[in-house]
């Protein structure tokens, strides 16, 4: 009850110093929580499916190998999360009575942003896509998800929310943009080939090219002067594109920046045609997988195309078409005229600009552009940890296997040995003990800590993952409880107390003085899972032997001015001389 008293209007006015020891003996310092990535503990949540891809539940934490760069690591941390239990069970096999106060609205627990490239998809692509999320957030979301829309060209956006309505709203708002989802008329012309022209000095691909540009425009335009025109119809193809690209880039790198301060799980499906990646563009995704991982946001990718009917049958298994040099030797090309003439740029002479086999080499030019689109799906779907939907009709399938909630998801976590803070990027690998006919879902790997520019910044280690997570972590007891004040009219105030008990934190004892260093974290996010406000106490404790055998909890009071809604109060404890952590979950209403 005393924690309680203090938890009245005029206190949660004016946070109290906390009560206990003089205050020579229990330092504080208060800040504003700032959003690092720091790695002390890293979390890694692993979906196991059978054959069927349906998850298995029943695994505990000896079934697991996890390692690090190679290097086996021990599982320090094990828990299973559970989707989709009935409220019985969330309560502990309670049953509600008459009596029971009425369940406050639970909690978001799952982000899931719906990633629409609305520049490189066809029209009807994107519709099918479209409604069959629909579909989804219709008749699969629960309460305790939130959904967000974004789409390439950034257009077309709706933040986290549960309203369906708007949802729907927004959904049918997204057409295709001006993007590059065709290429030029004429000469027919693939980003692919306008790459190899532009970009490569490939001969071949010109030749083809100016092939095709004379017989398409019917033209009596001498071939030099052809060439030149279709050079430039290649540059300007490359430059359209790039532009698309980058704008593509910045709008999935902003939702994943937002995303990095939601509490719970966050999942991206992104739903796409795909796009051949420039190699002027390779940092940019490159840097976009980086802030996927350090997130903690897994990359579902999701190929618009649905069922591929031709482009990638015409070749052999495993066959790829990748340079025009390949092309002339497998005979993709022939019939070619006598006599040379300078490209473009003035450096390089081709053989000719007419051959009587352009519809195949087109063809080929088709199809490793196609395998190029997919190969970014794929690509960033592997690098965060994500999978990638592709090849089927069943788009409602994709987005339930994407975006989905797993009935079973365990989250592994474990301490890395001899952690250098150097910033590079260390690949993990988890497996079964008897994998048998199941799969492994998890995340690739992680970023070690860039070099640290102060001691002071230890502190932060862990603190923000287990910030905005939703696990809660009781190696520390920890009481919480808010109170609501309204000092006036529109105005009002959160007050919230945290009791920790000092008798699990590691004191180090020297000249009769017991030091201690203990960091308290507490964060408000909204009804959306929105990161609105934050609080970082860290206390240093140097007690003396008398005061340390009376002074038994540590009490931390904090206040929050908010406008009316329903929030999540975490509260995260850090013992710097244990390293063990702390983390509590709880709501509050402000009317």
């Known amino acids: 009850m005393a924690l309680l008293a203090g938890l009245r209007p005029s206190v949660a006015q004016t946070p109290q110093p906390p009560t206990g020891p003089p205050q020579a003996e229990v330092l504080v310092q208060e800040s504003g929580f700032i959003v690092h990535s720091q790695v002390d503990l890293v979390s890694v949540p692993v979906v196991v499916r059978d054959s069927h891809g349906r998850a298995i539940g029943g695994l505990s934490r000896e079934d697991f190998r996890i390692s690090d760069n190679g290097k086996p690591q021990t599982v320090s941390k094990f828990s299973v999360e559970k989707f989709g239990a009935t409220a019985t069970e969330a309560a502990g096999g309670k049953v509600p009575t008459a009596r029971d106060e009425p369940a406050q609205p639970p909690m978001p627990e799952r982000f899931v942003a719906f990633f629409f490239d609305d520049l490189n998809t066809e029209f009807s692509d994107l519709v099918n896509a479209r409604e069959a999320a629909w579909r989804y957030m219709q008749n699969v979301m629960v309460p305790s998800e939130r959904a967000a829309i ?9 933040d986290f929310t549960n309203d369906r309505d708007k949802l ?21 012309m693939t980003l692919y080939e306008a790459d190899l022209i532009a970009n490569s000095n490939d001969s071949m691909a010109l030749g083809t090219a100016v092939a095709d540009y004379i017989d398409c425009s019917n033209s009596t335009t001498p071939p030099d002067e052809a060439a030149f025109s279709v050079f430039n119809f290649a540059k300007m193809h490359v430059e359209l594109v790039d532009r698309s690209i980058r704008r593509a880039f910045d709008s999935l790198d902003a939702l994943i920046r937002k995303m990095n301060t939601m509490a719970g799980r966050r999942i991206v499906v992104m739903a796409s045609s795909g796009f051949q990646m420039l190699d002027n563009r390779r940092q940019d995704e490159l840097d976009i997988m980086e802030q996927a991982i350090r997130s903690g ?10 069922l591929h ?17 390949q092309l002339e030797m497998r005979g993709f090309i022939g019939g070619v005229s006598a006599g040379t003439h300078q490209k473009p740029d003035g450096n390089t002479t081709v053989s000719s600009y007419s051959g009587s086999r352009t519809e195949t080499t087109r063809a080929a030019y088709a199809r490793e552009e196609a395998l190029a689109k997919r190969a970014l799906l794929a690509e960033v779907a592997s690098a965060t940890g ?36 150097d910033g590079k990027f260390h690949s993990l690998k988890v497996t079964l003990k008897d994998s048998h006919g199941v799969s492994v879902e998890a995340r690739n790997g992680y970023y070690a800590p860039p070099p640290r520019a102060a001691p002071g910044q230890q502190a932060y280690e862990g603190i923000e993952e287990a910030l905005f997570s939703r696990g809660e972590i009781a190696d520390i007891p920890v009481i919480v409880q808010t109170h609501v004040s309204k000092p006036s009219a529109g105005k009002a105030a959160l007050a919230v107390a945290a009791k920790v008990d000092l008798r699990k934190v590691s004191f180090r004892k020297e000249q009769g003085i017991n030091h201690a260093n203990v960091t308290v974290v507490t964060g408000i996010f909204d009804n959306d899972g929105n990161y609105v406000s934050g609080i970082r106490k860290v206390f240093e404790l140097h007690l003396r032997d008398e005061t340390f055998k009376t002074y038994s909890a540590l009490t931390v009071r904090n206040s929050f001015d908010l406008t009316p809604g329903t929030y999540l109060v975490r509260l995260v404890v850090r013992d710097a001389g244990s390293q063990v952590m702390a983390s509590k979950n709880t709501t509050a209403a402000v009317p």
């Open 386 to 421: 994500g999978h990638f939907f592709e090849n089927s009709n069943d788009l409602d399938a994709g987005f339930a296997r994407l975006a989905g909630a797993p009935e079973y998801l365990y989250v592994l976590g474990f301490n890395p040995q001899d952690l250098t803070p």
């Open 150 to 158: 974004a789409t390439a060209s950034g257009l077309t956006t709706l």
């Open 168 to 188: 729907h709203q927004t959904l049918l708002a997204i057409h295709p943009q001006e993007g590059i989802v065709h290429g030029v008329d004429c000469p027919p």
């Open 297 to 306: 946001v897994v990359v579902n990718t999701l190929d618009a195309r649905a």
């Open 309 to 325: 009917t031709g482009v990638f049958g015409s070749a052999g298994a495993g066959e790829r078409i990748v340079s025009a040099t």
